[in-house]
């Protein structure tokens, strides 16, 4: 194979950076290969250092809903940064997105913003500790919650096990204080409450989780969930980073009915840059300082720029019908990915909730990590590759998700399906000859 700028790129890369990259999954370890550098972006589209464009579906992990460079995006971000790019005080770009997310999700009575969805999660399950003087926290096996060290759990070998480590550096004491359920077992999660139920803080849930392909609520788990928090005086924590604004302007809470009392952002709130918020019932989110005792703080929390671009999103998002347009795009893949899969006879589950997709080569129905688990892994590496030399952009593995956008065309999806079913024609008659 000759080499390309990418494989240039990235070889200088790996002299800078563990992996040649500054988050694990973007080094293509799990589809195999060298990753491409991405040089541009502009609605749908992305090109690599080699001039290639592909229609992108991994949409940076989820911010970019109205699509790459928007035209609302890029002007808010250049008026802001010419006013000036921090402050480091109390700016007036704070009050409008946290309006404009007060209004959507009006469970966020109180919010702060943050970086990442992983310093909201973290701060929300620190504040979780402090209102209920109690130390446990429940996460779901499957689910992610940024990269904090109470949250990179595994389940301990029992149902009822305290947690344990799921990277070196997490102390094992730490790890105890977090106790892993799997998702959409509600069975287990009473016992859990029935045995501990006086010792728990929160439990904490992507409430469509979406870190291990997708893999949506079964009936009556969330409801369980809020019944189960509520009556043990436990606090129930929504990770909505990836569905708040997603889902629609009210996130998984809306659509699902059921009120969390703290919810974690990011990803769509920064319009693809840095930024996270967690919020809440008033009276909790009244404990942290200044007003309260719970310490929590960030240097370029609130940033003009990143609050601009994220207000700018969520106002293209409000636009009458958004929604429904973008719900119309992703049924319109979803169907024509379907009748690819049926024409192929690799054994595949697809799954989507509104514009998140995420496919299991897998001959049984999945509802949770055991299940997601079982998938064929190789075969979504080898479809990934298939789609890439398409021209199609998807996550670089097989436990991520796919994220259409506003910018998304009726004819970028048919060309997607077209790839697709190219794709998994070829894939189908190598694996009936091996
Ligand atoms: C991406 C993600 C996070 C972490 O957000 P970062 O900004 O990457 O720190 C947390 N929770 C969920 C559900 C996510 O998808």
Same mark, same amino acid.
């Given at each position: 194979?000759?080499?390309?700028?990418?494989?240039?790129?990235?070889?200088?890369?790996?002299?800078?950076?563990?992996?040649?990259?500054?988050?694990?999954?973007?080094?293509?370890?799990?589809?195999?290969?060298?990753?491409?550098?991405?040089?541009?972006?502009?609605?749908?589209?992305?090109?690599?250092?080699?001039?290639?464009?592909?229609?992108?579906?991994?949409?940076?992990? =989820? #911010? %970019?809903?109205? *699509?790459?460079?928007?035209?609302?995006? !890029?002007? +808010?971000?250049?008026? $802001?940064?010419?006013?000036?790019?921090?402050?480091?005080?109390?700016?007036?770009?704070?009050?409008?997105?946290?309006?404009?997310?007060?209004?959507?999700?009006?469970?966020?009575?109180?919010?702060?913003?943050?970086?990442?969805?992983?310093?909201?999660?973290?701060?929300?399950?620190?504040?979780?500790?402090?209102?209920?003087?109690?130390?446990?926290?429940?996460?779901?096996?499957?689910?992610?919650?940024?990269?904090?060290?109470?949250?990179?759990?595994?389940?301990?070998? =029992? #149902? %009822?096990?305290? *947690?344990?480590?799921?990277?070196?550096? !997490?102390? +094992?004491?730490?790890? $105890?204080?977090?106790?892993?359920?799997?998702?959409?077992?509600?069975?287990?999660?009473?016992?859990?409450?029935?045995?501990?139920?006086?010792?728990?803080?929160?439990?904490?849930?992507?409430?469509?989780?979406?870190?291990?392909?997708?893999?949506?609520?079964?009936?009556?788990?969330?409801?369980?969930?809020?019944?189960?928090?509520?009556?043990?005086?436990?606090?129930?924590?929504?990770?909505?980073?990836?569905?708040?604004?997603?889902?629609?302007?009210?996130?998984?809470?809306?659509?699902?009915?059921?009120?969390?009392?703290?919810?974690?952002?990011?990803?769509?709130?920064?319009?693809?840059?840095?930024?996270?918020?967690?919020?809440?019932?008033?009276?909790?989110?009244?404990?942290?300082?200044?007003?309260?005792?719970?310490?929590?703080?960030?240097?370029?929390?609130?940033?003009?720029?990143?609050?601009?671009?994220?207000?700018?999103?969520?106002?293209?998002?409000?636009?009458?019908?958004?929604?429904?347009?973008?719900?119309?795009?992703?049924?319109?893949?979803?169907?024509?990915?379907?009748?690819?899969?049926?024409?192929?006879?690799?054994?595949?589950?697809?799954?989507?909730?509104?514009?998140?997709?995420?496919?299991?080569?897998?001959?049984?129905?999945?509802?949770?990590?055991?299940?997601?688990?079982?998938?064929?892994?190789?075969?979504?590496?080898?479809?990934?590759?298939?789609?890439?030399?398409?021209?199609?952009?998807?996550?670089?593995?097989?436990?991520?998700?796919?994220?259409?956008?506003?910018?998304?065309?009726?004819?970028?999806?048919?060309?997607?399906?077209?790839?697709?079913?190219?794709?998994?024609?070829?894939?189908?008659?190598?694996?009936?000859?091996?």
């Amino acid at each position: 194979m000759t080499s390309t700028h990418s494989d240039a790129l990235f070889q200088a890369a790996l002299t800078l950076f563990p992996g040649g990259v500054n988050s694990p999954v973007r080094a293509f370890a799990a589809v195999g290969g060298t990753p491409r550098f991405l040089t541009r972006g502009e609605g749908s589209r992305v090109w690599d250092a080699d001039g290639r464009e592909y229609i992108d579906y991994l949409g940076s992990w =989820g #911010p %970019l809903i109205a *699509g790459h460079a928007h035209p609302a995006i !890029v002007t +808010a971000v250049t008026r $802001a940064a010419a006013r000036g790019t921090s402050f480091g005080a109390p700016n007036s770009y704070e009050l409008e997105l946290g309006r404009l997310i007060k209004q959507a999700m009006p469970s966020m009575e109180l919010m702060r913003f943050v970086n990442s969805g992983t310093e909201a999660a973290m701060s929300a399950v620190r504040l979780a500790r402090a209102v209920t003087k109690r130390d446990l926290a429940i996460k779901f096996a499957g689910c992610y919650h940024g990269h904090a060290d109470g949250m990179l759990v595994n389940a301990g070998s =029992g #149902p %009822l096990t305290l *947690g344990c480590p799921s990277s070196p550096g !997490v102390p +094992a004491a730490v790890a $105890a204080q977090t106790m892993v359920v799997d998702y959409n077992d509600t069975d287990a999660l009473r016992a859990v409450f029935a045995q501990r139920g006086d010792q728990i803080a929160c439990a904490i849930v992507e409430p469509v989780a979406a870190n291990m392909g997708l893999v949506p609520p079964q009936s009556g788990f969330l409801s369980e969930l809020r019944a189960l928090t509520r009556s043990h005086g436990a606090l129930l924590i929504f990770d909505e980073v990836i569905t708040g604004f997603r889902l629609g302007l009210g996130g998984a809470q809306a659509r699902y009915q059921v009120s969390p009392d703290l919810t974690c952002l990011g990803k769509i709130i920064g319009g693809g840059l840095p930024v996270g918020a967690f919020g809440g019932r008033a009276e909790i989110m009244e404990r942290l300082a200044p007003l309260g005792d719970v310490y929590q703080a960030g240097t370029l929390s609130g940033n003009p720029v990143a609050m601009a671009a994220g207000a700018a999103q969520i106002r293209v998002l409000c636009e009458p019908g958004a929604y429904e347009r973008l719900e119309r795009t992703s049924e319109a893949l979803e169907a024509g990915l379907r009748a690819a899969f049926k024409e192929c006879d690799i054994p595949a589950q697809l799954h989507r909730i509104g514009s998140i997709f995420g496919f299991f080569f897998n001959a049984e129905a999945v509802r949770d990590l055991e299940g997601v688990r079982r998938s064929d892994a190789k075969m979504y590496a080898r479809f990934f590759h298939a789609m890439l030399e398409r021209g199609v952009y998807l996550a670089p593995s097989a436990f991520e998700v796919g994220f259409v956008s506003l910018a998304h065309s009726p004819s970028d999806i048919q060309n997607t399906v077209a790839a697709a079913a190219d794709a998994l024609a070829t894939l189908g008659q190598r694996s009936r000859r091996s």
